[in-house]
Nanobody, 122 residues
Framework: QVQLVESGGGLVQAGGSLRLSCAAT????????MGWYRQAPGKQRELVAT????????NYADSLKGRFTISRDNAKNTVYLQMNSLKPEDTAVYYC???????????????WGQGTQVTVSS
């Protein structure tokens, strides 16, 4: 069984920073792409950023480039999202996503975390 556990959300004032973490646990053989998505009230879930297994390729939503940085620590099976210069419109539930190969199984499977709330006050 594999789980993604997010942490680091909370309440912050506009202009502040937060760092989200997402750790994958379980019978993991390898992890391919990892990423962050967010969903604001009344809106669809949207891409924030993704990072490949080696960390060499990162993809960001155009509106977030320059403020958010994704990184990962493969030794810890963890992906991070550093969020700077936060704005009230960044308020959302942030979800971690990972494509994981499970020990003893063929193929890869996509997993989601439970989500962590980020609230930015003006």
């Amino acid at each position: 069984q594999v789980q993604l556990v997010e942490s680091g959300g909370g309440l912050v004032q506009a202009g502040g920073s937060l760092r989200l973490s997402c750790a994958a646990t379980g019978s993991i053989f390898s992890i391919n792409v990892m990423g962050w998505y967010r969903q604001a009230p009344g809106k669809q879930r949207e891409l924030v950023a993704t990072i490949t297994s080696g960390g060499s390729s990162k993809n960001y939503a155009d509106s977030l480039k320059g403020r958010f940085t994704i990184s990962r620590d493969n030794a810890k099976n963890t992906v991070y999202l550093q969020m700077n210069s936060l704005k009230p419109e960044d308020t959302a539930v942030y979800y971690c996503n990972a494509e994981i190969a499970i020990v003893g199984l063929r193929g890869t499977y996509k997993y989601w975390g439970q989500g962590t709330q980020v609230t930015v006050s003006s």
